[in-house]
């Protein structure tokens, strides 16, 4: 089975979840006969999955296990057991966390877990993921993408690290061309790598330099009001506009709602903050303050949205908001809001 497609999503945390130093916690014993099932990587992200099936006569899922590009991991699994599947993308790669995923709800956890299918999961303080079902008799499983880069997997992987890292790769396409052949030199000398060291060596040495990378570039919203907001942001590409949101921010937290250079973006950002009345009952959120004479305006809906365009907003179902100009002559910034950012909305402000 070709486990096909994935589903783009923004990271909205601000520390990376894929370096655990915690001990891992031990899997029940398997019982009945057991042989190996591969589940391989033909993408070009460095994914980490959780697997699911019967231990101990139980079902038990367990996470995390990462895949370079182009490899497999062979999981010890009983021969006629069923199967579920989980795997997301590191989140060092820009563009956001992408999921390969079903529609069977078990537990997960950001850190290293083992969760039996009898869990509450929130009362075991387990998060939840979507699993897909694997047919029992499956010796292998391969996670790909729209590309299906099949045995160039290994090369799509590390041209995708390379440029995640800031190296000059324009293209990711699982082809080893000359640029390709030199930007790999040229990291291997960078990170003091011999040159003839794996490509598995040369990504994993990279995880942390594109992880830095992505930290240095892009958007990010820090919350130091009094309460939580919810942001969204509107960005030029292409000669396209488009808006997004909403991304929740707590108190005295950061997101990222944009991991790739702002250099000619034209950013804008926008947010609502929580607010409540005098007995403690919900009030109407405040709104960010846009802080120009001629605001710039954006489409908004209530509930999470994707806008193409900034035109006729109500004629396609959207509201309108007056967002606030990002600085763009650096690739990345920061925007702190306080309680003095947001004032109190004139009119509907939707996100409800």
């Known amino acids: 089975m070709r486990a096909f497609g994935f589903i783009f999503l923004f990271w909205l945390c601000a520390g990376p979840a894929f370096a655990q130093e915690a001990e891992a916690p031990i899997p029940a014993p398997l019982t009945g006969q057991t042989a190996d099932w591969d589940v391989c990587n033909e993408t070009s992200f460095v994914l980490r999955f959780a697997s699911a099936f019967i231990r101990s006569d139980r079902m038990q899922t367990v996470g995390w296990t990462t895949v370079q590009p182009g490899a497999c991991v062979a999981v010890e699994t009983p021969v006629s057991s069923p199967r579920f599947l989980y795997a997301e993308s590191l989140p060092v790669h820009r563009g956001g966390i992408r999921e390969w995923k079903g529609s069977v709800e078990l537990c997960a956890s950001e850190e290293d877990f083992i969760s039996d299918s009898t869990d509450n ?43 995640d890292a800031g190296y000059n790769i324009t293209r990711v396409d699982g082809l080893t061309g000359r640029r390709t052949l030199r930007t ?90 929580e607010a409540e009345n005098e007995d403690g009952t919900a009030a109407p959120d ?50 702190r809001v306080t309680d003095a950012d947001f004032t109190i909305a004139d009119g509907d402000g939707l996100r409800r």
């Open 286 to 335: 405040k709104r960010l303050r846009s802080e120009t004479v001629v605001p710039a305006q954006f489409c908004i809906a209530e509930s999470r949205f994707s806008a193409l365009g900034r035109e006729n907003c109500q004629d396609k179902g959207y509201a309108v908001a007056d967002f606030r100009p990002v600085p763009t002559e650096l690739d990345g910034q920061i925007l």
């Open 121 to 163: 999961c929130a009362l075991s303080n387990f998060e939840t993921r979507d699993y897909f079902a694997v047919k029992p008799t499956e010796r292998t499983t391969a996670f790909i993408e729209a590309s299906d880069y099949g045995v160039n997997a290994e090369v799509a992987g590390v041209q995708r690290i390379l440029q």
């Open 184 to 273: 790999i030199a040229e990291a291997k000398a960078d990170l003091s790598l011999d040159k003839n060291a794996t490509t598995q060596s040369l990504i994993d040495a990279l995880i942390p330099v594109a992880q830095k990378a992505r930290e240095d570039v892009g958007l990010d919203i820090c919350n130091d009001s009094s309460a939580r907001i919810f942001s969204a942001i509107a960005m030029e590409q292409d000669g396209n506009w488009t808006s997004r949101g909403w991304w929740p921010v707590e108190i005295g937290q950061c997101v990222k709602p944009y991991d790739k250079t702002l250099t000619g973006t034209q950013a804008h950002v926008f947010a609502l903050q």
